[in-house]
């Protein structure tokens, strides 16, 4: 079994910062993609960053500049800097991964979800 435990999200004023952590554990074999996704209500849930095992990084357009995504891979961890905060990027954030539990399988897993509220 795989576990992904989101941390890190709260409520913060307009133009502050707030830094995401997911944990991954159990039976790891290895760990491909690592993304962090959000949704609000009504919508649909959003791409906000993507990192590969090898540290490359996508973002979604309208993020890039304020947002950085990282991973440490001996932690098994991935981690979201969130600066300049919007009252717009209130959401709840989730994080995700393609996990390989053994040679041949490989399985998406998301956590919870957490929090985040900027307020104006």
């Known amino acids: 079994q795989v576990q992904l435990v989101e941390s890190g999200g709260g409520l913060v004023q307009a133009g502050g910062s707030l830094r995401l952590s997911c944990a991954a554990s159990?039976?790891?074999?290895?760990?491909?993609?690592m993304d962090w996704y959000r949704q609000t209500p009504g919508k649909e849930r959003e791409l906000v960053a993507r990192?590969?095992?090898?540290?490359?990084?996508n973002y979604a357009d309208s993020l890039k500049g304020r947002f950085t995504i990282s991973r440490d891979n001996a932690k098994n961890t991935l981690y979201l800097q969130m600066n300049s905060l919007r009252p717009e990027d209130t959401a709840v954030y989730y994080c995700?991964?393609?996990?390989?539990?053994?040679?041949?399988?490989?399985?998406?897993?998301w956590g919870q979800g957490t929090q985040v509220t900027v307020s104006s």
């Open positions: 995700h991964a393609n996990i390989k539990t053994s040679v041949r399988f490989e399985y998406s897993y």
């Open positions: 990192i590969t095992s090898g540290g490359r990084t």
């Open positions: 159990g039976s790891i074999f290895s760990i491909n993609d």
